[in-house]
Each structure stands twice: as C-alpha cells, then as structure tokens.
C-alpha cells in the first residue's frame, strides 16, 4: 500500500510541474487533493487494514497529501505571479497615444447614387421632388393614365396584385408598374404650372436576365403650363443627357406608343459596351432605350380636372437601372442586386 502511495506522489508531482494555468491547475488538485481522489479513497479504507499496518499507511498517506497541498500552494503562486508579469509587459507595449484603427464605412448604392444625381440635375431645371405609394391602387396606376380594364397596354405590365376582395366600396390594389402612377396623383392633386419627378421602386411579374428584373426602379417626370411644346420635352431630356452621360454620347429620338401620351417618344442612348457596334445588352442593335415620353394625353389631364385647352404638358418615364449600365458599360442588370462587395465597392 505504502508503495502505491509513493507512485501516486511521483505521478501527482510529475504532472504538476505540466501545469501552466489555473483551469489546469484546478483539474489537478480535483485528481488528486479531491474527495474522489485515489489518496482520499485510500485514507478512507484505513479502517479496513490491521493496527499496525493502518498506523504506517496513514502516517504515509497523511504526510504525502500535505506534501501534494503545499506543492499546489507552491504552484499556483508561481502560476498567478507569471500572468501578473505578462500583464504587465502587455501594457507597457501598448502605445495608447498612438491613433484608433480605422473602422470600414460604407456608401450609397449605385442606384441611390444614381437616383441622387438625377434628382440634382432635373432640381436645377426646376423640377421639384415627388413621392408616392409602392402599394397602388388600380385606378392611378391604370385608369387615370388612359389605360383602362380592358386595354391591351396591361399585358406588358403584369404585376404582383394584393389579395382583396373588391367591390363597390373597395378598390383593387396591387404594386406599382411604373411611377406613373405618381404622375397620376401629381395631375390629381396640384394646380398648374407644374414641375415635378418622381423617383421609386417598381414591380412586374416577369423573369429574370441581364436586362429585366421583378423589382427595378423608375423615375418619371411631368411639366404643365400654358404653351409646353414638344420641343420643350426634347430640350430638357437632352439637357439631363447631356449632363449624365456627357456630351459625347449619342441620343436617338423615335416615335413610340404609349397610352398616356399623344404623340409619344422613345428616347436611347448608345450602347456603352460595344459603342453602337451590337452586343447581348443591346440585342446587337446599338442602342438602349432608357425611356418613353412624350406629350401628355388631353384624357389623362382631364382626369386630374386639368383643363387642356388651356394648358399644355409633356410627360416621360425612365427606366433608372439602365443609366448607369450605360455610363459604366454595365452588361447585367442583376449585378445591383446580387449584394457582391466585390462589384459595389467599384461605385
């Protein structure tokens, strides 16, 4: 027995100079100082030993487990001692006079920064900033723009309809198709002379590719006065061209069809990828439309209780996303979307 105690002395001794911190320090004394330990089970089986032989165990296993406390005593000083003088060499290399590392910050999206910019440049021409809701009812969004229930102009804009149930006393309601339909409210809600754009997001139901997306964003924009000619609308959309895409980048004005116009105009710009030779953002025609305008439909200002024999108005629509594909040279439009670090850190 006296031999098992002296092993156990060696190895608790031996083990112990392996200790380094406090967590170890802990197990140890557990393993060996504890009410589990090997040398407490042999203390408590003294009873079971002859007389003489009990007085010599547990004189031996009394003395070896003073000597394992006092050792543990030693040790744990030894431990607290070296991480106090590691503490201490870890303030003295600290230089608190030196300055704070900086922290990543962050910037505007390319859309914003976008939206930002247009909204600059039509504030200069005297347009001033509109809002409107996402969740529309039909009525501005369709109707009050000359595009009633049964006008073929509503295939090309299926979108997201917001379950109700309509009847007399209640609307049909859906998200936007275009920001139009704050156009609507601006005719419906302000007096002449009027000047204002609307920037927004948008939605349609239709599939995803390099040039179209569920959600995408307009910003579309109104005049009435007395005497607004067409000239007028192409004086200020080429100004806005001029200034965004810069002086050398061509602009095409062709006759289009919109509902909410009479006459209307699609206005494109070169493409900024394969400079009008024809690619996969242009469909290889050279050319990227980037809005509709036009002159505004006497219908839709009398809608908003506008008289047009005596007021005239142009009205366009851009499609913000494509801007800056076309500054950039940009050849996918979900890129925007796709939360890459990598493509937004460029802008």
């Known amino acids: 027995m006296i031999e098992h105690i002296e092993g ?8 112990l100079a392996s200790v380094n911190n406090a967590t170890e320090l802990e197990a140890w004394r557990v393993r060996y100082l504890g009410r589990n330990s090997e040398l407490t089970q042999v203390l408590r089986s003294l009873a079971t030993l002859p007389l003489e032989e009990r007085k010599n165990v547990g004189g031996r296993a009394n003395d070896v487990k003073s000597d394992l406390e006092d050792s543990f005593k030693q040790r744990e000083k030894e431990i607290a001692l070296t991480l106090t003088k ?17 922290l990543p910050s962050g910037h505007l999206h390319p ?18 900033v509109v809002e409107g809701p996402e969740v ?7 109707e009050a723009l000359n595009i009633p229930e049964e006008h073929p102009a509503r295939d090309t804009m299926s979108t997201y309809w917001i379950d109700t149930a309509p009847s007399d006393n209640e609307r049909a309601m859906l998200l936007r198709t275009h920001t139009t339909s704050v156009t609507a409210r601006v005719i419906d809600g302000m007096k002449p002379p009027i000047r204002a754009i609307e920037p927004g997001r948008v939605y ?23 005497n607004i000619t067409m000239a007028d609308l192409k004086g200020t959309l080429y ?24 006459p209307g105009v699609e206005m494109a710009i070169e493409c900024a990828v ?12 050279g050319w990227i439309e980037i809005l509709g305008a036009g002159m505004t439909h006497p219908r839709v200002l009398e809608q908003g209780g506008i008289d047009p024999s005596i007021y005239t108005s142009f009205a366009f ?6 801007l800056p594909m076309l500054r950039y040279g940009i050849d996918d439009v979900r890129l925007f979307y796709s939360s890459d670090l990598r493509f937004l850190r460029q802008f």
């Open 239 to 262: 100004e806005f061209a001029r200034r965004f895409f810069g002086k050398e980048r061509k602009v095409r004005f062709r006759g289009d069809y919109f509902p909410f116009v009479e």
């Open 8 to 15: 156990l002395r060696l190895k608790a001794l031996q083990e």
């Open 111 to 128: 859309i914003t920064q976008t939206i930002d910019e247009m909204c600059d440049i039509f504030a200069s021409l005297g347009f001033h």
């Open 317 to 322: 629509g851009i499609g913000l996303d494509r």
């Open 136 to 142: 529309e009812w039909d009525y501005y969004n369709f």
């Open 86 to 102: 590691l503490a201490s060499s870890t303030r003295e290399a600290i230089d608190f006079t030196l300055p704070a590392r900086p």
């Open 274 to 285: 394969c400079r009008g030779q024809g690619c996969r953002l242009c469909g290889n025609s």
């Open 204 to 226: 349609r139901y239709e599939a995803s590719d390099a040039t179209h997306v569920p959600m995408f964003h307009q910003l579309d924009g109104i005049a009435v006065d007395r």
